[in-house]
């Protein structure tokens, strides 16, 4: 086992100008959900290269790739996200992620006969909001394996994913336009009518637990100040400790957004972007295994750290986690004070301390799959 351990870490050493250069690369080509095309290449080429076998565009899903390397009985899957934030880029540093699973899966590909693996690296789009996972999970993705994993960044290092369920939903007003100063009585105010579901939202909060956050923006408020705007859209998210408290909770936002459309005479429309993130069900041997693991590479996890909050976001690896058994670890990259989501913690997500969690977390998880395969 000893001797497994070090080639593995010695693959990632020697493998890290090649994941560096990957990382970089993805960070400065950012592209959005459902769109990322060559990330999406960039990274199944990079297992390529190490011999995987590569189903790209896999289930039908033309950002999305299968890479396998092995025969062993042990099914391990990583899970590669690429997919940037609009506007931001990698400010929740996927191109880390990527570059993490792909450093992990290269370290493990000679050892996969010594150590019973089969290694299958699965190319996830769309997780800011899209629901890639949860698309390939009802395609009969994920099914089977023995162990699912992956290492996203974060400001500090955190074992456990805790992560609220969430829905995602696009809200759309119809009314009717009319110039704003001449005949404002002929129209129909599609932007009133979110600034009232608003407003709801924001006194419905006083009455809504802890364990729920509702958040969201308005992507179009209207075309001109003169003219009553007949259409207005935004997106919206419910976040909730279960996806049972999260239905309760979608109907009461829905009721906001409907009070907006009474108010006003305007017509509604609610359209869900992704099924629902589930919570994370966490697999604890691979966990314990991945702590004692990150740990020995002297990481140090810091649970009295506000920062540590990062593993509450949502995720579509929590959908895996309920089928399949499951870790999702965070990496810390030495952020602070910037956070995920933020610019600054984009420009954090390139640079000697993302290098080194980047090394890090390939090996723990890299580590962490040795452990569980032969024990």
Same mark, same amino acid.
């Given at each position: 086992?000893?001797?497994?351990?070090?080639?593995?870490?010695?693959?990632?050493?020697?493998?890290?100008?090649?994941?560096?250069?990957?990382?970089?690369?993805?960070?400065?080509?950012?592209?959005?959900?459902?769109?990322?095309?060559?990330?999406?290449?960039?990274?199944?080429?990079?297992?390529?290269?190490?011999?995987?076998?590569?189903?790209?565009?896999?289930?039908?899903?033309?950002?999305?790739?299968?890479?396998?390397?092995?025969?062993?009985?042990?099914?391990?899957?990583?899970?590669?996200?690429?997919?940037?934030?609009?506007?931001?880029?990698?400010?929740?540093?996927?191109?880390?992620? /990527? =570059?993490?699973?792909?450093?992990?899966? +290269?370290?493990?590909?000679?050892? $996969?006969? %010594?150590? *019973?693996? @089969?290694?299958?690296?699965?190319?996830?789009?769309?997780?800011?909001?899209?629901?890639?996972?949860?698309?390939?999970?009802?395609?009969?993705?994920?099914?089977?394996?023995?162990?699912?994993?992956?290492?996203?960044?974060?400001?500090?290092?955190?074992?456990?994913?805790?992560?609220?369920?969430?829905?995602?939903?696009?809200?759309?007003?119809?009314?009717?336009?009319?110039?704003?100063?001449?005949?404002?009585?002929?129209?129909?105010?599609?932007?009133?009518?979110?600034?009232?579901?608003?407003?709801?939202?924001?006194?419905?909060?006083?009455?809504?637990?802890?364990?729920?956050?509702?958040?969201?923006?308005?992507?179009?408020?209207?075309?001109?100040?003169?003219?009553?705007?007949?259409?207005?859209?935004?997106?919206?998210?419910?976040?909730?400790?279960?996806?049972?408290?999260? /239905? =309760?909770?979608?109907?009461?936002?829905? +009721?906001?957004?409907?009070?907006? $459309?009474? %108010?006003? *005479?305007? @017509?509604?429309?609610?359209?869900?972007?992704?099924?629902?993130?589930?919570?994370?069900?966490?697999?604890?041997?691979?966990?314990?295994?991945?702590?004692?693991?990150?740990?020995?590479?002297?990481?140090?996890?810091?649970?009295?750290?506000?920062?540590?909050?990062?593993?509450?976001?949502?995720?579509?690896?929590?959908?895996?986690?309920?089928?399949?058994?499951?870790?999702?670890?965070?990496?810390?990259?030495?952020?602070?004070?910037?956070?995920?989501?933020?610019?600054?913690?984009?420009?954090?997500?390139?640079?000697?301390?993302?290098?080194?969690?980047?090394?890090?977390?390939?090996?723990?998880?890299?580590?962490?799959?040795?452990?569980?395969?032969?024990?």
């Amino acid at each position: 086992m000893s001797d497994l351990r070090e080639a593995a870490a010695r693959t990632v050493s020697g493998d890290a100008e090649r994941l560096i250069a990957l990382s970089e690369q993805l960070h400065a080509h950012p592209e959005t959900a459902w769109e990322e095309h060559q990330s999406s290449r960039w990274v199944a080429e990079t297992l390529s290269e190490a011999g995987f076998s590569v189903v790209p565009e896999f289930l039908g899903l033309e950002t999305a790739f299968l890479a396998t390397y092995g025969s062993g009985p042990f099914r391990l899957g990583l899970c590669a996200e690429y997919d940037a934030l609009p506007g931001l880029g990698h400010a929740c540093g996927h191109n880390l992620i /990527s =570059a993490i699973t792909v450093g992990a899966a +290269r370290a493990l590909a000679p050892l $996969a006969d %010594a150590a *019973g693996l @089969t290694v299958e690296v699965y190319g996830t789009p769309a997780e800011e909001g899209g629901g890639g996972k949860i698309e390939l999970l009802e395609r009969g993705a994920f099914q089977g394996l023995d162990l699912a994993m992956m290492a996203h960044p974060a400001p500090v290092d955190v074992a456990e994913a805790e992560p609220f369920a969430v829905s995602h939903s696009h809200v759309s007003y119809r009314g009717k336009a009319a110039h704003a100063a001449a005949y404002p009585e002929q129209g129909v105010n599609a932007a009133d009518a979110f600034t009232l579901a608003q407003v709801a939202i924001g006194l419905l909060r006083q009455q809504l637990p802890p364990s729920v956050r509702v958040h969201g923006v308005m992507t179009n408020g209207g075309e001109a100040p003169n003219a009553i705007p007949a259409h207005t859209e935004g997106r919206w998210y419910v976040r909730a400790s279960s996806l049972a408290e999260l /239905s =309760a909770t979608e109907e009461k936002v829905r +009721r906001c957004f409907e009070a907006g $459309a009474l %108010a006003t *005479g305007a @017509t509604l429309d609610i359209t869900p972007e992704s099924k629902p993130y589930d919570g994370f069900r966490t697999y604890q041997p691979a966990l314990d295994a991945y702590r004692r693991n990150a740990r020995s590479l002297g990481r140090v996890f810091d649970d009295a750290s506000p920062a540590r909050s990062m593993n509450r976001a949502s995720t579509d690896m929590g959908n895996v986690s309920q089928v399949v058994p499951a870790i999702h670890p965070y990496i810390g990259i030495g952020s602070l004070p910037a956070l995920n989501h933020q610019p600054e913690f984009a420009a954090h997500c390139v640079g000697a301390d993302a290098e080194k969690a980047l090394l890090d977390a390939a090996t723990a998880l890299a580590w962490t799959a040795l452990d569980l395969a032969t024990h």
